[in-house]
């Protein structure tokens, strides 16, 4: 098992900017990749291989209403496996994902397990 505080990730609306006709990461969602990157590798967390099921503990920055399902799983997902945490965000690797919110804490705190 591996676990991981990250900074709380951006919104899946703002992951990305049509541009000229084509989407883009946006500039919000670069600098928290970034910034991500550099603290999951400051934690130097273990990879998990194989099947595996991934809990995220989300504490808001702020009182304004959020969605679970719109709080950057995507994001969060995506930065696990580009920094080869995980294997995969696929069917074949990520067979469980749970979101809860808390009220303290860290921003976002991710737990990764192997099943």
């Known amino acids: 098992m591996t676990t991981v505080s990250l900074p709380f990730p951006p919104s899946i609306n703002a992951l990305y900017r049509a541009v000229g006709g084509r989407s883009i990461l946006s500039e919000k969602y670069r600098l928290w990749k970034t910034e991500a990157g550099l603290v999951l590798n400051s934690q130097r967390p273990k990879k998990v291989l ?23 799983t995507k994001a969060l997902l995506d930065l696990l496996v580009s920094h080869q945490i995980i294997e995969a965000d696929d069917n074949r690797i990520l067979k469980e994902i749970k979101v809860v919110w808390v009220d303290q804490g860290d921003p976002c705190r991710v737990t990764i397990q192997s099943i």
């Open 50 to 72: 194989g099947k595996v099921a991934v809990s995220v503990e989300l504490c808001a920055p702020d009182k304004r209403r959020r969605d679970a399902d719109n709080a950057g």
